[in-house]
Nanobody, 124 residues
C-alpha cells in the first residue's frame, strides 16, 4: 500500500481547502482510508475515515459538518474537503489506510500504512 497526499497550503480562517490522497493498493476490498492531523506540539489525532467499498464515512466531533470525504474511483483517490477552517485546524494532515472489518479505527495504531503528510496553515 502506498499513499500520497497533496493539496496542503495556507488558507484564511473561514475558508476552504481540499486535500487528496492517492492510494496504490492491490485490492480495495476491506480497505479503510483515514485522515489524521497533528497540530504543532500535539499528538496526531483522528479527523475522518471512509470505508472504500461502501463509501460510509466517519468524522470526529470537532469537524462534523465542516469536513466532507469523497472517493474518486477514476483516480483511486479520496478527497477531504475542509470547510470553515479555524485557526486550530492548522497542522500536518496525514492519509492512512488499513484493512479492517466493521468500523474504522480512530487511533494511530489502527493503521499500518501512512503517507508523508501535507501541511495546512490556517491564518487569521
Amino acid at each position: 500500500v502506498q499513499l500520497v497526499e497533496s493539496g496542503g497550503g495556507t488558507v484564511q480562517a473561514g475558508g476552504s481547502l481540499t486535500l487528496s490522497c492517492v492510494a496504490s493498493v492491490q485490492t480495495f476490498a476491506g480497505l479503510f482510508l483515514a485522515w489524521f492531523r497533528q497540530a504543532p506540539g500535539k499528538e496526531r489525532e483522528f479527523v475522518a475515515a471512509i470505508n472504500w467499498m461502501t463509501i460510509r464515512t466517519y468524522y470526529t466531533d470537532s469537524v462534523e459538518g465542516r469536513v466532507t470525504l469523497s472517493r474518486d474511483d477514476n483516480r483511486d483517490t479520496v478527497n477531504v474537503q475542509l470547510n470553515e477552517q479555524k485557526l486550530n485546524d492548522t497542522g500536518v494532515y496525514y492519509c492512512s489506510a488499513d484493512y479492517k472489518q466493521g468500523s474504522p479505527g480512530r487511533i494511530e495504531d489502527d493503521y499500518g500504512y501512512w503517507g508523508q503528510g501535507t501541511r495546512v496553515i490556517v491564518s487569521s
